[in-house]
């Protein structure tokens, strides 16, 4: 069976849905499925297995900013790979979004199905309801992430939807290399807007012991801001952009994982990650956070955007061994219910049913 993988967002550029899609594909050749990844690229492809189809442009929605390909000359690549590639089936991630997924949905003939990522109002899908709802019949199969991106999409197209929530590659951060650490050490990774709440942990932070280390990974609008905020404090490390296997490394060596979202969370695939390294986390406690960390058990939940409760939490967690043992062999156990090669499997099954 030879599968097409349609992502709307730059593969060079870290982002949850182009994690997933690069994970699936990766874990369906395992099973002996040919599966290829279709998507824009800023700069070459970061893997072996993916066909380029141009370059971004960076397009603002649901909070945050999507690095999105919509131009005629990626369309007309994405044309040109669907004819020679021969796909048996063609497997579209957001597939209303803007750029190769939404090319493929008008005017493929290959089989598709879709899987809808977004969770929340969507401007889009409210003004253009009827138009949207039209293409959306052209799925052979409808799956969503989490019930919050089924009743984003449910609400706005009807339809019925499998829920298959996202995967994680539980061994390609079981066995990473712990990165070295200087003392207790919180890591934070993600997009430097509001909705992530770096600011909120930066925050928490004032209030922890002074040998506590924060490493903040990634970049976006309010890095000059928030670095500005906190020049002087030597506890906080700015990485910048770091590839995937030093998130791997960071988050086996760091004493615990945050994750301060204020909303707009529809799975929490880097919860996985962390639990599956073998980090303790924190996170917000949002409906798609659990969707994947029971409050208590796999990981502390605290409100979202509530700095002194976020601070507690923290510090329970760096000066509780006990509680650290339990989350950490608690969340390598969750990791694994969610183990990508158990996706990649039932979308095997999917592929062959919609065939």
């Not at 799975?267 to 996170?283: D, S």
Request: hydrophobic fraction near 45%; aromatic fraction near 6%; include cysteine.
């Amino acid at each position: 069976m030879r599968v097409g993988l349609v992502c709307p967002y730059s593969l060079t550029i870290p982002g949850g849905v182009q994690g997933q899609v690069m994970g699936l594909a990766r874990a369906l050749r395992a099973t002996g499925v040919d599966a290829r990844v279709l998507a824009p690229c800023d700069g070459p492809p970061p893997e072996p297995g993916i066909t380029p189809l141009g370059r971004s442009v960076p397009f603002a929605s649901n909070g945050s900013v999507a690095p999105v390909a919509p131009d005629p000359p990626c369309a007309i690549r994405t044309l040109s790979t669907l004819r020679d590639e021969g796909f048996d089936i063609l497997h579209l991630h957001e597939p209303l979004c803007p750029g190769p997924p939404l090319t493929a949905l008008l005017t493929a003939g290959t089989p598709m199905i879709g899987t809808f990522h977004r969770a929340g109002h969507s401007t889009a899908y409210t003004v253009l309801r009827p138009i949207v709802r039209r293409l959306a019949a052209r799925l052979v199969l409808r799956c969503a992430v989490s019930e919050d991106a089924r009743v984003t999409a449910c609400d706005a197209l009807e339809g019925d939807y499998v829920l298959l929530f996202n995967g994680v590659e539980v061994e390609r951060f079981a066995k990473a290399t712990p990165w070295p650490a200087d003392g207790p050490t919180i890591f934070f990774v993600g997009r430097h807007e509001p909705r992530k709440g770096l600011a909120v942990l930066l925050d928490a932070v004032t209030k922890l012991p002074s040998d506590v280390r924060v490493w903040v990974a990634g970049d976006g609008p309010a890095t000059a801001e928030l670095r500005e905020q906190t020049a002087g404090d030597e506890r906080v490390e700015w990485l910048g952009r770091i590839d995937d296997a030093e998130v791997a490394r960071r988050l086996r060596g760091a004493d615990v994982f945050c994750a301060p979202s204020l909303h707009g969370e529809s799975f929490g695939v880097v919860l996985l990650e962390a639990m599956a390294a073998g980090a303790p986390v924190v996170a917000s406690d949002l409906p798609g956070y659990r969707n994947v960390a029971r409050a208590d058990h796999d990981a502390l939940l605290v409100p979202p955007g509530d700095a002194g409760a976020l601070a507690d939490a923290l510090r329970r967690v760096l000066g509780g061994a006990d509680l650290r043992r339990h989350l950490v062999a608690a969340g390598e156990a969750r990791a694994a219910e969610f183990a990508m090669d158990r996706l990649a499997e039932r979308y095997a099954e999917l592929y062959a049913s919609a065939l």
